[in-house]
Antibody, heavy 121, light 110 residues
C-alpha cells in the first residue's frame, strides 16, 4: 500500500528557517516523481514543484522558484520542502504527493495528509 | 484568478447528475490532459480523474470526465451525500510554464 506520511504542524516566526518532510512507503521511492502543493486555508491548490529522487532532477513552478527548496534522501525514502527565511505569506497547508509522469502531463496520484505551517510574529 | 475557470459552487439532490465545468485555453486544456481532484472537508485532495477521462482504481464509475477543445467537465451521476466536497481541475499551461489548478468548485448535496 502506497503511503505518504508528513511531519507535524509547525509554528514559526518570520525570518526563521524550516524543513518539513514526507516519508513514503509501499513503492520504490527512486522510481517516481514526488512533489508539493500549497493550500492557503480557505483557498485553492497551488503546484509548487516536483523532484525525481532517482537523479534529483527538480522542476519548480515559476511562482515558487527561489522561494523554497525541494530535496530528497533516498536512503530513508523521504522528501523535503525547505525555506531559508519564512514570511507570514507562507502560512498554509503543504501537501506532498507522488507525481505520475512529467510536469507537463503528470498528476498527483497519491497524497500525504498535509502539514500546516503557521508563520506569525 | 486562475487561468482555469470553474464555477465557485454547484449543487444537486441525492440521485441527481451534476456536472462541473473547467474552461481554459489553447495554452492549457487545449493542448494538455486535464486531471480532477476531490477534496473532502478537512482532508487532503484525492485524485478522481486523470488524463481527461481515466478513473484510478477504487473511484466509482459514477464519476466521469470529458474534454472538448479548451474545456473539460466532471460529471457525477447518482449523487450521494458523501460527494459533498471541493473539486479542482488541473492542467499544464505553456504560457505560465506551470501546472495550474482551477479555483475549485464547492459541491453541495441538498
Amino acid at each position: 500500500e502506497v503511503q505518504l506520511v508528513q511531519s507535524g504542524a509547525e509554528v514559526k516566526k518570520p525570518g526563521e528557517s524550516l524543513k518539513i518532510s514526507c516519508k513514503v512507503s509501499g513503492y520504490i521511492f527512486s522510481s517516481y516523481w514526488i512533489g508539493w502543493v500549497r493550500q492557503v486555508p480557505g483557498k485553492g491548490l497551488e503546484w509548487m514543484g516536483i523532484l525525481y529522487p532517482g537523479n534529483s532532477d527538480t522542476r519548480y513552478s515559476p511562482s515558487f522558484q527561489g522561494q523554497v527548496t525541494i530535496s530528497a534522501d533516498k536512503s530513508i525514502s523521504t522528501a523535503y520542502l525547505q525555506w531559508s527565511s519564512l514570511k507570514a505569506s507562507d502560512t498554509a497547508i503543504y501537501y506532498c504527493g507522488r507525481h505520475k509522469g512529467s510536469s507537463k502531463m503528470g498528476y498527483f496520484e497519491y497524497w500525504g495528509q498535509g502539514t500546516l505551517v503557521t508563520v506569525s510574529s | 484568478q486562475s487561468v482555469l475557470t470553474q464555477p465557485p459552487s454547484a449543487s444537486g439532490t441525492p440521485g441527481q447528475r451534476v456536472t462541473i465545468s473547467c474552461f481554459g485555453s489553447s495554452s492549457n486544456i487545449g493542448s494538455y490532459p486535464v486531471h480532477w481532484y476531490q477534496q473532502l472537508p478537512g482532508t487532503a485532495p484525492k485524485l478522481l480523474i486523470y488524463s481527461n477521462d481515466q478513473r484510478p482504481s477504487g473511484v466509482p464509475d459514477r464519476f466521469s470526465g470529458s474534454k472538448s477543445g479548451a474545456s473539460a467537465s466532471l460529471a457525477i451521476s447518482g449523487l450521494q451525500s458523501e460527494d459533498e466536497a471541493d473539486y479542482y481541475c488541473s492542467a499544464w499551461d505553456d504560457n505560465l510554464n506551470d501546472q495550474v489548478f482551477g479555483g475549485g468548485t464547492k459541491l453541495t448535496v441538498l
